[in-house]
């Protein structure tokens, strides 16, 4: 079965911008997405789980225990929080502590099933000491260290295809020979200033589906012999599409359908379990978001089950 980590404190409430307006971007989404997967019949309610609570000792085992103190206690500086780009909450620090949960349970389903998803994570430009780009603690991560720790995988790949690098990923494992990080990413986009990950793959501006799927049917596969992980997170990303107002790239729906797709064939094949977080996604229009990241669900769905 199908699992998926989802809880309604993901968008309760919906943090404000500068100008005191509910941040509807990237935020309703992660509401907006359960609710098509149930409608279209893709889901059920027993796909959907409600993460439980995060021990303290696997956010310390990533993050520094002073950042960690200082957000948990509303105490960043103001300059930190801008970096984050949210006004800083109780209710947002508990948000993402519930989505780096639902990561590590969502190990668990994947190693029985195959594969499990994350409605929100992908929180890949937090770094150990600091968040930035709307993430405050690195999900994937707490849940690879998780993983590592008590010894349900010897090697993990992380496969980051958000349109913006994974510079925080990159940083915290840059000196963890079990984590292979792989990033395929905006070469003019955020963040300026990149880390170094495993390996990088810098898209041009305007890159299309052809060239796109190209690099990553190239890549991927030769990684994986590479590597020889036994586990691996997906960052998917929607914001690739050429709908997407941040993304600077020109990749189609279909294309992107045809990305995830790939990613899944090559699990299946060398029989990896997957753990999938969403990422970014920027459309000006939500349906457009929205669909693009159901047809994630919707792959797995016909693929594994």
């Keep these: 079965m199908l699992k998926i980590a989802y809880a309604p404190i993901f968008c309760h409430p919906l943090p404000k911008n500068a100008n005191g307006e509910p941040h509807r971007f990237p935020m309703a989404k992660y509401?907006?997405?359960?609710?098509?997967?149930?409608?279209?019949?893709?889901?059920?309610?027993?796909?959907?789980?409600?993460?439980?609570?995060?021990?303290?000792?696997?956010?310390?085992?990533?993050?520094?225990?002073?950042?960690?103190?200082?957000?948990?206690?509303?105490?960043?500086?103001?300059?930190?929080?801008?970096?984050?780009?949210?006004?800083?909450?109780?209710?947002?620090?508990?948000?993402?502590?519930?989505?780096a949960q639902g990561t590590i349970e969502c190990v668990h389903f994947a190693l029985k099933f195959g594969v499990a998803m994350n409605i929100a994570g992908g929180t890949h430009h937090a770094y150990a000491d600091r968040g930035e780009g709307f993430c405050l603690l690195n999900d994937v991560a707490i849940a690879a260290h998780y993983l590592l720790e008590n010894k349900l995988a010897k090697k993990i790949l992380v496969v980051d295809l958000d349109v913006h690098q994974g510079n925080g990923t990159a940083a915290i494992f840059q000196h963890e020979p079990r984590v292979f990080t792989f990033s395929m990413h905006g070469k003019d986009n955020y963040p300026l200033f990149k880390e170094k990950s495993d390996l990088d793959i810098d898209l041009p501006t305007g890159i299309q589906d052809e060239k796109y799927l190209s690099l990553l049917y190239q890549t991927l596969p030769t990684l994986i012999d590479q590597q020889q992980p036994d586990f691996i997170f997906y960052i998917s990303g929607v914001d690739i599409l050429e709908t997407d107002k941040l993304g600077k790239l020109k990749v189609t729906r279909q294309g992107c359908y045809q990305r995830d797709e790939f990613v899944f064939s090559q699990c299946l094949k060398h029989q990896l379990p997957v753990v999938v977080t969403m990422g970014g996604g920027y459309s000006p229009r939500l349906a457009d978001i929205v669909d693009a990241h159901c047809n994630t669900y919707r792959i797995a769905q016909k693929l594994y089950f």
């Design 31 to 99: 509401e907006l997405i359960p609710e098509q997967l149930l409608y279209e019949g893709t889901c059920s309610p027993e796909n959907f789980f409600s993460p439980g609570q995060l021990d303290e000792r696997w956010i310390v085992g990533v993050h520094d225990v002073g950042y960690w103190e200082d957000l948990k206690n509303l105490r960043l500086t103001d300059k930190m929080i801008r970096r984050i780009g949210f006004p800083l909450t109780a209710q947002l620090v508990e948000r993402e502590t519930c989505i």
